[in-house]
Structure formats: structure tokens, C-alpha cells
Nanobody
Framework: VQLQASGGGLVQAGGYLRLSCAASGLTFSDYDVGWFRQAPGKEREFVSR????????NYADSVKGRFTISRDNAKNTVYLQMNSLKPEDTAVYYC????????????WGQGTQVTVSS
């Protein structure tokens, strides 16, 4: 199983980025997908989650109203649209997959760096 995160980069505050997470080696529609992030010196934190067919989504309070998660099961890909970016959004962003009904995330991608300058 592979999860390949991409789309990170350097952007000014107020700007936007779209992250992608491409999955292979699994039946994608059997998995919920989440995004987490880890800033330097901080613990990894939850950002967003989408259920296997996209019917339900969740967001951390810090990104609600600015980030939107979506998925295209035909392309085995989940997206995280990030608008109105703030310097505090600077982190490495990881996508992760969890089989529906499971309690923990089974697979993690390698991460993509997002840097927001003020």
C-alpha cells in the first residue's frame, strides 16, 4: 500500500494550496482518509477526515471554513483545498488511510511540506 502526498509549497499568507493524496495497493472505497500535520517542535495533529464514499467530513476547529476535503474514488485520490492560509498552517502534511470501522489509521504517506510566509 502506498499513499503519495503532493501539492505542498511556499505561499504567502492569505494564499491557497491544494494537496493531493494518491493511493495504490488498496481498495480505496473501503477506506476513510485523513490529513494530519506536524509543525516543527509540535506533535502531529488532526486536520481533516473524509469517509470512504465522501458522505461525511470532519475538520479541526483551526481550519474550519478555510479547508475543504474531498475525494475521487475513480482516481484513488483525496484532496485538501486550503484557502486563506496563515503562517500557523506551516507544517508537514500527511495523509493517512483507515479501513472503515477500524479504530486506528493503517497507512501513512510520506508528507508534503507547506510553508506560509507572513
Amino acid at each position: 500500500v502506498q499513499l503519495q502526498a503532493s501539492g505542498g509549497g511556499l505561499v504567502q499568507a492569505g494564499g491557497y494550496l491544494r494537496l493531493s493524496c494518491a493511493a495504490s495497493g488498496l481498495t480505496f472505497s473501503d477506506y476513510d482518509v485523513g490529513w494530519f500535520r506536524q509543525a516543527p517542535g509540535k506533535e502531529r495533529e488532526f486536520v481533516s477526515r473524509i469517509t470512504n464514499w465522501g458522505r461525511n467530513t470532519n475538520y479541526a476547529d483551526s481550519v474550519k471554513g478555510r479547508f475543504t476535503i474531498s475525494r475521487d474514488n475513480a482516481k484513488n485520490t483525496v484532496y485538501l483545498q486550503m484557502n486563506s492560509l496563515k503562517p500557523e498552517d506551516t507544517a508537514v502534511y500527511y495523509c493517512t488511510a483507515r479501513r472503515i470501522g477500524a479504530g486506528t489509521y493503517d497507512y501513512w504517506g510520506q508528507g508534503t511540506q507547506v510553508t506560509v510566509s507572513s
